[in-house]
């Protein structure tokens, strides 16, 4: 199956997705660990994912 | 391919232990002899209890060294360069885990160390063994001097900034963490157990001596805007180093992101640990325990020039025996994560 990538929209890594990739899939850059959303395949666009908030003792 | 024979000057401290511990489990390597004048005819597994039935060496003096291939030395600072034509005489290739080489010039050992080196002639022929610093030298070198841990651990966060006009720093406050371990086996009133445990000790706020390395390798002066503090905290090993880093350009995460790329991207040892959600979000020393990474990371305040960058690794190993076998696996043509591969421990 043929790739497309697409940059991070936070560290800039090239992010590989298969050609069959979908509105709304989320991915995770294997760089910097953010989950990212497909928001158009064609072109293709990420956005980082929405966080569930995470008490981080403060 | 026939082994590369091997021996080790100072065997019976921590970073002796450590390089045994590394090269009985490379394939391409025999040891020879591993030296200790205080434990010399005794079993290495009475020193170093980890290494039972794997081992049945036995600890020789120094004196009693014969001819190898390699041979490196793990001896207390200070103790190398007094024997180095005999060591010199022994091997075509030496690593020297100590601090008796690693500056270029006499002056600075008088400003660091307080010392007129007795060998002023032999500085240069030594590469300082930061592999990610120097690799093209080291893979033709004879002769090597392993980093500081400290240095180690503040040069692998810092090194990328200061070779790109991006990001190079204005001003730079180093603040590491150590392990017990990294002031070494012999016992001390501070090292007593009543007095250590627990304490967070700054052991030096200013003018520590890994700095002259560090301002070597950056090529910076002796006044420069860099700063360094190191404290003893409550682990055995591991070093922690918390940069601060003012920018002397604007600069976003994404143009950090691009320079440790663009240094690192390849590197082996290396991973850029920067995440924004679990529990590892920046470099952790306890989970680099054994192994030889160097995990860095960084966050850059969007309100100013501040960038923190956080460097972690294990000090007996990227910070010396595991940065010696990797400089090693270079000098030989051997693949550089020979001997090396341990992933570390989760939980630990």
Redesign the interface.
Known sequence: MNQKNAGCPVCGADVIFDEDIVNGELVVCSECGLELEVTSTSPLILKEAPQEAEDWGE | MSKISVSIAGGSGYTGGELLRLLLFHPHVKIKQVTSEKYAGKPVFKIHPNLRTITSLRFSTIEELKDCDCLFLALSHGRSLHKIDFFCGLAPKLIDLSSDFRLLTTEQYRRWYGINHPRPELLTQFVYGIPEIHRQEIKSATRVACAGCNATAALLGLYPLYQTPLCHPAKTIVEVKAGSSQSGRSPSPGSHHPERNGCYRVYQPTGHRHIGEILQELSLLWDSSFHFTATSVEMVRGIQAVSHVFLSEPAT??DI??TY?QFYGSEPFIR?V?????LYRLPEPKILSGTNFCDIGFSKDPLSDHLVVVSALDNLMKGAAGQAVQNFNIMNGLPEKTALNFPGLHPI
Do not use: C, Q
């Open positions: 995460e994404k992101w691009k790329r850029i920067k995440d924004n959600s679990g």
